[in-house]
């Protein structure tokens, strides 16, 4: 769905429902969709929870930093849960040190999480 014009609040819901409902979804390339302000933690919850998901490709032109610390602790999840997530891509999601260091910082996750 790369450069995928329209972008709304059900876009985020129904991808967040796909990745939830399906087991065999292995890439997503969400590059250049603008759908990322409307991704809901339910979203990050899934991704961390996925165990056929290998790749997914989140670049776009604008910052996202509001919704790192998700991405980072979905990332970890996905880890700790052995998942099957081997790369993520990523690009203009980091604009500066402080987004860069809530990133890492919440890929520090434990049992309660």
């Known amino acids: 769905m790369s450069n995928c014009a329209v972008a ?14 399906s087991g065999a979804i292995e890439t997503i390339n969400m590059s250049m969709t603008g759908v990322f302000p409307y991704l809901t933690e339910n979203f990050f ?11 997914i490709n989140m670049n776009t032109n604008a ?8 991405l980072g602790k979905a990332i970890a ?15 203009n999601w980091i604009n500066g040190y402080t987004y860069f ?9 434990s049992d309660k999480d």
């Open 45 to 55: 919850v899934a991704m961390g929870e996925s165990k056929t998901l290998k790749y």
């Open 101 to 109: 260091t809530m990133f890492f910082d919440s890929m520090q996750v």
């Open 77 to 91: 999840m996905n880890a700790k849960k052995n998942g099957s997530l081997a790369g993520v891509s990523i690009q």
């Open 8 to 21: 709304t609040a059900e876009l985020g819901e129904a991808l967040y429902k796909l990745l939830k409902i």
């Open 63 to 70: 910052r996202v930093n509001a919704k790192v610390a998700l």
